[in-house]
């Protein structure tokens, strides 16, 4: 028993350090504890910075910061990006957030699969980029109209296991089923 009350002031310290960041990530950020800067980045909120759940100040406050840290070129690409984002229909940016989810339950290997595929074809002219997106879509197309020709059961069992493989299975497993449908037929 003794032996507690000899640490007793240590847990109470441990305690205080661990729970100081936390009560200040509860609480939220206030206007005025922003710097003169992040202020400036984030003016538009102003009136209505106080109705802020905590975690949307605390994100918006620390993407403030990044934005100050930018190069005048990079802040530039911010709001062009910015910009395009709000002018998307709510069901676009529900599109993108979804696809975004489905990319970070990816394994890191297929995030970096998909990231050099993506910067390889950003490489390409803008020529052959324009003749691979036509032929993507021409694919995604033809991929649709089949899946539209089948009946609802076997449709509804191949697009469940389809939502679980990549562009390249998909392809490969959708032409399967077209062959062994033939062969059938």
């Known amino acids: 028993m003794n032996n507690v009350f000899r640490r007793l002031p240590v847990l109470i310290v441990f305690l205080f350090v661990l729970v100081q960041p936390l009560q200040s990530l509860a609480k939220g950020v206030s206007w005025s504890e922003l710097s003169a800067e992040q202020q400036q980045v984030l003016k538009q909120l102003q009136p209505r910075w106080d109705g802020l759940d905590v975690e949307r100040q605390n994100a918006l406050a620390e993407r403030a910061q990044i934005f100050i840290q930018m190069t005048p070129e990079q802040r530039q690409l911010a709001r062009r990006r910015f910009a395009r984002w709000q002018a998307l229909e709510p069901e676009q940016r529900q599109w993108i957030r979804e696809r975004f989810i489905q990319f970070k ?52 069992v191949l697009q469940r296991e389809l939502r679980q493989l990549s562009p390249q299975e998909r392809r490969r497993r959708i032409n399967e089923h077209r062959n062994s449908r033939n062969i059938r037929d």
Do not use: A
């Not at 036509?134 to 009946?151: A, F, I, V």
């Open 105 to 156: 339950q990816l394994p890191p290997s297929e995030q970096q699969r998909l990231r050099n595929r993506y910067r390889l074809f950003k490489q390409l002219p803008p020529e052959k980029r324009r003749v691979l997106k036509q032929r993507w879509r021409e694919e995604r197309q033809r991929q649709r109209d089949y899946l539209r020709s089948l009946p609802p059961r076997p449709r509804e």
